[in-house]
């Protein structure tokens, strides 16, 4: 039985003894969410908390209690120098002098499917302090330096899935022991899938290689018959693709010209796991994982899968192969 912190610490000790204590931060709240998520509708917590956060949106009470875990479990630990979350306008410096690591998450992704019981998750980024720049330096870079992708999702099972470069491995939830055992070694994404996943509803706003793409795929044009799967939920959508293969698209529409996602804390770390399973990520055009930053909550298109799918975008949409 092997647990995510012992993984980590196994395959990169170059992250020093510090790093430890993130994993075991990133655990915990992922621990306390889980717990909140599984008994909400007994202790009166969904629905919405009557505030928005930072980019306008409607936040549930769990989006607050699940940032309130991520700050609380990440916040105290030696090694944070910073946590950055969706649910923040700016980032909250802890022990800024000494500490190594940048967390950078979203608490609770797809938190408008939580009244449904529909699967949620946690997104998370690790970067690195830089020893010679300012902490804002620091969060901004590109998303080919992180050290750590992540994400939990909360479904049947709650599963953890992370790469720092390495590979990708998948960690379930074991209730008895209360740590994440290692169920998923070497995860590699197919080369071509079954599945589309994108919100057709937007379709006749979507850039025009966009529609023709997602009529090539309907009509047969890369050999196989697709089904569409579309959960609304990014994580649980992502941990499909990576498992069985095919692609998600969240491409520009009218309401949202750049994108809806965010380059930080949904895409970068999404797209950091496909690329070390075998699949890619762009914006259709261009890689995410090479976008420079400008701010924090900054949106992006984001398309992500097999390699097969992906490629066949980039030409549809006239991105670099
Ligand atoms: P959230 O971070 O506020 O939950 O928003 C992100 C979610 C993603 O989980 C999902 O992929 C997307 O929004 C769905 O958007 P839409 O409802 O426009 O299809
Ligand atoms: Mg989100």
Known sequence: MITFEEHVVRQHPELGAEFGWVLSGLTLASKKIEAQIRSAGLSGVYGAQGSENVQGEAQQK???????????????????????SEEDEAPVAFDADGGKYIVIFDPLDGSSNIDVNVNVGTIFSVHRRLADGSLDASILQEGTK??????VVYGPSTVLVYTAGDGVYGFTLDAASGAFVLTNEAMVMP????????????AVTWPEGF????????????????????????????HRTLLKGGVFLYPPTKKQPGGKLRLLYEANPL???????GGMATTGTDRILEIQPGKIHQR??????????????QAAVGGKA
């Open 271 to 277: 797209a950091f796991i496909a690329e070390q399973a």
């Open 300 to 313: 992006t298109p984001f398309c992500v899968g097999s390699k097969r799918e992906m490629e066949a975008l």
């Open 211 to 238: 529609q023709a793409y997602v009529e090539m795929l309907r009509t047969g044009g890369l050999g196989i018959a697709y089904s569409s799967r579309y959960i609304g939920s990014l994580v649980a959508d992502f």
């Open 146 to 151: 992180q050290v750590m992708g992540g994400y």
């Open 191 to 202: 080369e071509q899938g079954p599945y589309y996943s994108v919100n057709e509803a937007n």
């Open 62 to 84: 769990l989006d607050v209690v699940a940032n309130d875990a991520m700050m609380e479990s990440l916040g105290s630990r030696a090694g944070v120098a910073a946590l950055v």
